[in-house]
């Protein structure tokens, strides 16, 4: 025990009770769960952890051992806003990705590809701790997110200012967006939509080697095409989840998707031919691409209704990979390889083969920011920089 | 219409920067004390009466080869480097001038006479003529290429091509350069009563060139004889020399566009016709070229003000020429010559390698 | 002039860089004092000298040097302005609290090109239009042409995110940066290589900072292969509205055109004037192009219409370099009810660029959308002519002073939703202060920035030359946050705009200011400016 025995745990959800209602809080052994309705009722949790010096995890971002104050966004799950002349959506954090699809397909809007491997996520969760997965050639997630909602661990809420782009500084909402709630709470988002593409087309291809399948992505980038998708599976996920039948043995696919207006997509679709053919590439039948980048899609939602999908073994985690090393840890991976959500940057690797987490060069600097923001307050100070 | 000069100072002293990206010295240095813009700036402020009276204050107006590198970016028309030298000019008057160039008017007539003097130990006596249709104007700064020169004319027929009987091997450019517009049109007016007996005078230096053609009038000194460089001469010859046979290993050597003989007079393409012919596999180009060459740091008297900047111009025009695993310069001027030959580079000048083309097996 | 602390510092800083790279005379301080905010400008009338002259002026090599310049500053408590090129109109590099100038155009080189990751990792100091020539002369383009592109340097872009003018294709700056190196103000070095994707963008937080957070000397940047296509357009869009329509239609489509630039009816018409000049000529040519051009230029409509717009044009441009002030409103006015029935419309530019099928395919789903907006295209010539003098505009700056005016620059950016209220806000707001004009030229699928060009007469007094700018710039902000529009879209804050960052910001300044006391705890880098 840390000196918060469950009579202070006690204490503290009655404390908060006032303020969220006792229906909304729980105490579990060492740990006080909020569920909070309202921004201003996140507040009210971070001041209570804040002055009873305990630790506070929103989400799922931050896993702690010991007394803490949990702050779970299930009930912040409205769409606060939609403007359909530019495109932007305001949320509160809870949503998840698939519930907001839903509601954005209704106006014939979607959040784009680089939301579609997570659906199950709630905005805040993807924006704080954001999945290499979470991206396609178009950019990350991330990017998606114009502006933030927040309240800093001393309570502070904040709003960062919508701008398509701006020159004032810096860009303050990182100081939050993936950094898995170690300097606050995400509580909100404006979030750019698109348009539903009137036109859609699959693209994939087989290869001998590895190698020569992440050279053609390589190559398609390097032209200019940004694809929907990008996709590459090694020869036993290919064998498994694409089209047995059709694939010679151990071959590598390379997999599309295209889409947006007619002409464009036309043109990216026949130069993708054409790179790959010169490549050697076999071509796979769109069908089969098609099911296979859907599948990627699965969330919990999707599930339900297509239980075909259901068939996906857990998602495995990926780790970002950028290009001048992805066709060496392709090819070192191990069985059943992945490199999805490839951009100009780099792509995402997964297998099933354990991933050793990269070391982040930048973790002294985080966590001095995560301090200075915390400013008296319950985070120790990071010991040398 | 090209500004005057005052017009020219306000232009400079309120333009956003917009050549400074071209200008050699303000690239070598750094700095922004020398970008086109402040120099002009500063000679405004003197010619105002508001700058410190001091060599400090006018060291930036020293800052230029006069290359006019600005002047090609400028919509406006504005020729700094010509304006500065009339800055320098203006500093040496109110006794602020550079003191490298102490004494400069003294060093400059001797090193001509010496030119001169230097050239009929190379040339052949009978080969200097009182009056001839043309005559080479022996240069200051490679005495050999007079006769050099001379030698290819005699191949390529032009036997009648004779060395003017000068007792000053050079056109006076520095003078202007250094802020001695006096001493400039003292030497014009002498070097232009000895060139009274002759049509067309060759001539091997670029910026005596353009100080002739343009400046010989602009300072009141008439000259009789048509001024050509040694470039646009020989290229009238063209068809007389042998066509290079044996290709080299492509693209050897680099050529370096002389800035007074590009920018300020226009050639381009007659040394460029004559390599072609004459030179095996042609030349090489830099990837700035032709107007956006960039200086060999020679120009303007800055070896003599700054002569770690001018060092470091060359040094800077030189790294393509290291990247590309090259060894050769060719250029058309003198100066440019010397400049480019260092750091396991040997420059060489035009005629050099049309004697060496013309050279009968 | 007045020498403190810095100086003193001198000796110190040779030894740690070297004698010639180290000044202390006056005209070296003096050329440090000014950057191109126009404001400072107007003092060179005058030749008086500037207010904030730095102490010493430093050209460091490498980044160990910045390091060791930022410690030796930082034991003495002298404040430290990074320096690029100088080409800011903010004021963001002038030496408020003098000290030391660190001017990084000595650290400008191209450090590695990597073909296979179609990455360059360049010095900070490198100026734009070197860096664009050792890209290009290797085949490959960063896609970042600031209008500043000759005078500026790629840790100033960094430093106030800079916008190109293809940035709907390229992005800003920020969007073409994979990693960053930057000295803090402890002297610390912070290399971002390998952090993406591992939590907080740390770029981000450090991009746009100003100098403020630290100095910035070298990044890798994406780079493309250079474009082996350019296909450009001109179109007529009847009023403002359906220009905007018309670009808000192509971003929200997916399409990624490489320029977009709408000119409302006041910048169209001095555009079409500028190009008036060439038109008898282009008329007569042989060239195709160029007879395009000409037929554009026809497109003024009847003599009478062009001889009316031509008055007009004179008397604006008379009004905003000599009238009072009390007929500016009358002029702003004048123009806004004459220009939509002298039919000139507004000039639409638009190109798409890449690989050619993948170019010339995105053209023509662009330049369909355009037309359906109600754009009516006017052929290649206008966007080939744009394309040759994109940069001239800049010259007509010392026209301007030179002619007694000031001239300046405002660039603002809201969501699309707001747009015509931000445009019709601003024009409304300045027509009594000063000759405004604007146009369109960063568009995303979600908003827009909108260019606005004031002029005015700076008359003889000085002060209330100052008096007048600084009530213009008053007044454009004001009705540019008014309906929500962020203060700067490229030119960044600096220390014109540094008072409305609290209300640009609201509480989030608690995280610019958490970082600066991260970064720079001692408070030396860039002082006064950014509202820290």
Not at chain 1, 262 to 289: H, T
Not at chain 2, 110 to 126: Q, T
Not at chain 2, 193 to 221: D, F, I, K, T
Not at chain 3, 171 to 196: N, P
């Amino acid at each position: 025990m840390t000196g918060h025995d469950t009579q202070a745990m006690g204490r503290h959800a009655a404390a908060l009770s006032g303020a969220v209602g006792a229906d909304h809080v729980t105490v579990a052994g060492e740990r006080l769960t909020v569920v909070p309705g309202a921004a201003g009722e996140v507040i009210e949790a971070v001041r209570l952890a804040r002055a009873a010096r305990l630790p506070i995890r929103f989400g799922g971002a931050l896993s702690t051992d010991g007394a803490s104050v949990s702050c779970d966004f299930g009930r912040m799950t409205q769409m606060l806003h939609l403007d359909e002349t530019s495109l932007l959506v305001h949320v509160q954090a809870g949503i998840t990705l698939g519930a907001l699809e839903e509601r954005l397909g209704a106006r014939a809007l979607t959040l784009g590809a680089a939301a579609r491997r997570s659906l199950d996520r709630r905005v805040g969760a993807a924006l704080a701790a954001p999945r290499p997965e979470e991206a396609c050639p178009r950019g990350r997630f991330l990017e998606a997110c114009a502006a933030i909602d927040g309240v800093l661990l001393d309570g502070t809420a904040l709003h960062t200012r919508m701008a398509p782009r701006r020159a004032t500084g810096p860009d303050l909402s990182h100081a939050l967006l993936g950094a898995r709630g170690t300097t606050g709470a995400i509580t909100g988002a404006w979030l750019r939509v698109l348009r539903r593409p009137p036109v859609t087309r699959f693209v994939g291809a087989a290869f001998g080697e590895g190698k020569a399948a992440i050279a053609v992505a390589c190559a398609l980038l390097d032209r200019g095409i940004r694809p929907a998708d990008l996709s590459i599976a090694d020869g036993a996920l290919a064998a498994g989840e694409i089209g047995g039948g059709a694939l010679a043995d151990r071959e590598t696919v390379l997999a599309l998707r295209l889409d947006g207006m007619a002409d464009p997509v036309a043109a990216e679709e026949a130069l993708a031919v054409e790179q790959a053919a010169s490549a050697g590439g076999r071509p796979v039948s769109s069908p089969l691409i098609e099911a296979w980048l859907t599948s990627l899609t699965a969330s919990a939602e999707l599930s339900r209704r297509e239980p075909r999908l259901t068939s996906r073994p857990h998602r495995r985690h990926a780790t970002f990979i950028p290009w001048c090393d992805l066709a060496a840890a392709f090819a070192a991976a191990g069985p059943r390889a992945e490199l999805s959500a490839l951009t100009p940057a780099g792509g995402a690797l997964s297998s099933d083969a354990p991933i050793t987490p990269r070391p982040d060069p930048l973790a002294i600097w985080r966590a001095a920011l995560a301090h200075a923001l915390d400013e008296g307050g319950s985070l120790p100070e990071p010991r040398t920089r | 219409m090209m500004p005057d000069l005052d017009a020219s100072l306000t232009l400079c002293t309120y333009c956003p920067k917009l050549c400074r990206h071209t200008c050699p010295v303000s690239n070598a240095e750094a700095r922004e004390t020398v970008i086109p813009g402040a120099k002009m700036a500063t000679m405004r402020l003197a010619r105002l009466g508001k700058l410190e009276s001091d060599v400090e204050s006018t060291a930036s107006l020293y800052a230029c080869t006069g290359c006019g590198a600005c002047s090609e970016v400028c919509l406006h028309g504005v020729t700094p480097g010509r304006h500065l030298f009339t800055g320098r000019a203006d500093a040496e008057r109110t006794g602020h001038g550079h003191p490298a160039l102490a004494g400069l008017p003294d060093r400059v007539r001797a090193h001509a006479e010496a030119s001169a003097r230097a050239a009929r130990e190379v040339v052949p006596p009978h080969r200097f003529q009182p009056s001839a249709e043309v005559a080479l104007l022996p240069g200051c700064d490679d005495p050999e290429a007079t006769a050099t020169t001379l030698t290819v004319c005699d191949r390529i027929g032009a036997e009648y091509v004779g060395v003017a009987d000068v007792s000053l091997g050079c056109g006076g450019y520095p003078l202007l350069a250094g802020g001695f517009p006096d001493a400039f049109r003292l030497h014009a007016e002498a070097l232009a009563r000895q060139l009274q007996g002759y049509s067309r005078v060759v001539v091997p230096c670029p910026a005596c060139v353009w100080a002739m053609r343009v400046e010989y009038p602009a300072h009141g000194v008439p000259l009789r004889p048509e001024v050509l460089h040694t470039s646009e001469f020989l290229a009238q010859f063209i068809e007389r020399l042998p066509v290079a046979a044996a290709a080299r290993p492509a693209a050897a050597a680099f050529y370096h566009d002389p800035c007074y003989l590009g920018r300020q007079l226009g050639i381009y393409d007659a040394p460029r016709r004559l390599l072609e012919r004459a030179f095996p596999g042609g030349v090489r180009e830099f990837s700035r070229t032709r107007g956006e060459s960039e200086c060999s740091g020679g120009g303007g008297v800055l070896p003599l003000t700054m002569p770690a900047t001018a060092d470091a111009i060359t040094a800077r025009r030189l790294e393509e020429v290291h990247e590309a695993g090259a060894t050769e310069v060719i250029t058309a001027c003198a100066t440019c010559k010397r400049r480019l030959t260092r750091d396991g580079v040997t420059a060489r000048d035009l005629v050099d390698v049309l004697a060496e083309a013309t050279r009968p097996a | 002039m007045r020498a403190t602390r810095g100086a003193e510092l001198a000796p110190a800083l040779r030894s740690l860089t070297a004698p010639d790279r180290v000044s202390t005379t006056p005209p070296d301080r003096l050329a440090y004092a000014r950057d191109l905010w126009p404001r400072g400008m107007l003092g060179l009338k005058t030749g008086q000298a500037p207010a904030h002259p730095p102490d010493v002026v430093v050209w460091p090599t490498s980044t160990a040097e910045v390091q060791a310049i930022v410690r030796l500053a930082v034991e003495n408590r002298v404040p430290i302005v990074p320096f690029g090129a100088g080409s800011g109109v903010c004021g963001g590099t002038l030496p408020l609290a003098g000290g030391m100038v660190v001017d990084l155009k000595r650290m400008r080189r191209l450090v590695n090109l990597d073909r296979a990751s179609l990455t360059a990792t360049f010095e900070a100091g490198i100026l734009g239009e070197h860096l664009e020539h050792e890209l290009a002369r290797r085949g490959y383009t960063l896609g970042h042409f600031p209008s500043s592109i000759m005078c500026s340097t790629l840790g100033g872009w960094l430093a106030a995110r800079s916008a190109g003018q293809c940035s709907t294709r390229y992005g800003k700056i920020e969007d073409m940066v994979r990693s960053v190196e930057l000295v803090t103000g402890t002297g610390e070095v912070i290399d971002t290589t390998g952090s993406h994707g591992l939590g907080a963008d740390f770029d981000q937080l450090l991009i746009g900072s100003e100098g403020t957070l630290g100095i910035f000397t070298r990044a890798v940047v994406a780079i493309r292969p250079a474009p082996e296509a350019r296909i450009l357009r001109g179109f007529s869009m009847p009023r403002v509205a359906a220009g905007c329509e018309a670009i808000r239609r192509v971003m929200q489509r997916g399409l990624r055109p490489s320029v977009v630039r709408l000119y409302d009816e006041i910048d169209t018409l001095m555009a079409r004037s500028s190009a008036a000049k060439e038109e008898k000529a282009a008329a007569e040519s042989e060239d195709p192009e160029e007879r395009a051009v000409a037929g554009w230029l026809g497109l003024l409509g009847s003599e009478q219409g062009k001889r009316m717009r031509d008055g007009l044009r004179r008397r604006l441009v008379g009004a905003a370099l000599g009238a009072s002030v009390g007929r500016m409103r009358v002029l702003n006015r004048a123009a806004d009810a004459l220009l939509p029935r002298l039919s000139g419309g507004c000039l639409l530019i638009v190109g798409c660029e890449g690989d050619r099928p993948l170019a010339e395919a995105e053209a023509r789903a662009t330049f369909r959308e355009i037309e359906r907006a109600g754009g009516k295209d006017l052929g290649p010539g206008p966007g080939e002519r744009w394309l040759r003098h994109r940069y001239d505009v800049s010259f007509k700056l010392s026209k301007m002073f030179q002619a007694g005016a000031f001239a300046d620059t405002m660039e603002v950016a809201v969501s699309w939703d707001r747009l015509l209220d931000l445009y019709r806000a601003v024009r409304e707001a300045l027509a009594p202060l000063c000759f405004v004009m604007a146009h369109f030229s960063h568009a995303y699928a979600d908003g827009c920035s909108i260019y606005f060009s004031f002029a005015a007469a700076a008359g003889d007094d000085q002060a209330l030359a100052e008096e007048r700018y600084d009530a213009i710039w008053r007044t454009a902000l004001a009705a540019s946050t008014s309906v929500g529009a962020t203060i700067s879209h490229h030119h960044g804050v600096g220390l014109s705009k540094a008072a409305y960052m609290p209300a640009e910001h609201g509480e989030s300044m608690a995280i610019f200011r958490a970082l600066k006391r991260v970064l720079d705890p001692h408070g030396i880098l860039n002082p006064g400016k950014m509202g820290l």
